[in-house]
């Protein structure tokens, strides 16, 4: 008999064990006979153990007669996972432009190098024409369309988002002759929104989501959020968000978390209260996205492990209550809690990705982007860095490399230094672009700490402070 190395023993509270099965998605308690026959297999695969044992282990997965049948089941369900990738709705992220009224320190197109600075009419056509193009051959169910920048509603460009909502209702009538769906998603700064009012008010019913950053209190926002001339953009954001609280456009609030306003969550809170933002039934709530440092520029960002850590500290002083917060930035964090929501058999594998991970590309496997130098990229994050362009939408629309060429082919069983990870079918390798940016290949791997993920989500749930996780972007 073979025991699997794809197990983590987690130790409740109580003293009590679990095993988790991190191939088959099962999980069982233990005794020390279960912890003590688990040994003497990995020690001796043809070591007797108790029947009762020996049956509580081959019902859920954890020994095979041979490691080749172990493989087998591998190749099987990295099989399925890549065709479940397939179905997933697309998401075409228009960075409609280059153009922001702030210089935020952690912005992560900060470094790239811009020639243009915002889509023309043409341009436009041509990315919808595009979308249009790419949702037929896919054969997808839906798509989300995400404008985005740069900022895109500066004053300068009211006249191309015009121009974009107008294309954006042509390109829904005309899906809804085939049954294409689309929905539509807008990020801001909020600085100049109060400007496009009487805009909002006229497109409300065509935004299903707008989304405004705030990182913290006045003093901690005005430090990283700020204007060419160094002055600081709270107040300008916050009434921007009152003006779409008002209008009752959809919003959500966005805290771009890292290092120096993490501890600042719990005024986030207070603000929602005093303000009465959770009042309007347009509130949709908050949610807290890590800052990343795929580029090494960024000094205070944090893993996603380190966050939680510190996010579990403050619940644990009772500073926050998880239930304010929407944690669906966090890739490994939804991959443990479907891996759990699977365990329960409250999913499907089959109907979404819940169970196995093989590319650790998260949602963006089905991703596009477009710029404004008329490229199209694989991912938001790639966008502008043209060594990463998988295409062109002008003058026509042309793709030089598939997407299921484009780092959605790596799989972590390929990857040398995951292959003995007992997570790996839950973090997938990690993003292959940070791997790119960061280690100088794909095949390189930003390693995220996956197994210490999982241990803090059982000790929240064990707490009775699991975190919420509800998906907006990719839904």
Known sequence: MYFTKYFIEHTKKSGDKRLLNTLTGEIIDISEKHIEAMKKLQENNSFPIDPDIENDFKRKGFIYESVNKELELVENMANEAFNSMKKRPLTFFVHISNNCNLNCDYCNYASIEHTHDVMTQEDIDKVFLAIEKIYTENDAEKATIVLFGGEPFVKENYGIIEYFMEGYRALVENGSKTEKRYSLLAFSNGVDLPYYKEFLEVN?????????????????HNKSRVFSDGSGSFDYTVEGINTLINLSIPMWLVVNTDRKN????????????????????????????????????VENSMTEDQMIEEIMSMVADNKIQTNKFNFEDMRLLKNVMNFFDFSDKKTKFGEEDVRQHITGCGNRSNQYSFTVDGHIYPCSPAAGNTKYAIGRYKPEIEIKIPKEKCWNSRSVLELESCRQCK???????GCAFEATERNGSEYVPVCPNTEKIIHAYL?????????????????
Request: hydrophobic residues 35%; aromatic residues 12%; glycine residues 6%.
């Open 204 to 220: 409300k019913r065509n935004i299903d989501y707008l989304f405004v950053t705030l990182n913290g209190p006045k003093e901690i």
């Open 262 to 297: 993490i501890q600042y969550l719990p005024f986030i809170s207070r603000i929602i209260s005093e303000k009465e933002w959770d009042k309007k039934t347009s509130f949709m709530g908050c949610c807290v996205s890590r800052v990343k440092n795929r580029y090494m520029t």
């Open 423 to 429: 997570a790996l079918f839950i973090c997938g390798g």
């Open 459 to 475: 000790d929240s749930i064990e707490n009775n402070t699991g975190l919420i996780h509800r998906e907006t972007v990719y839904k």
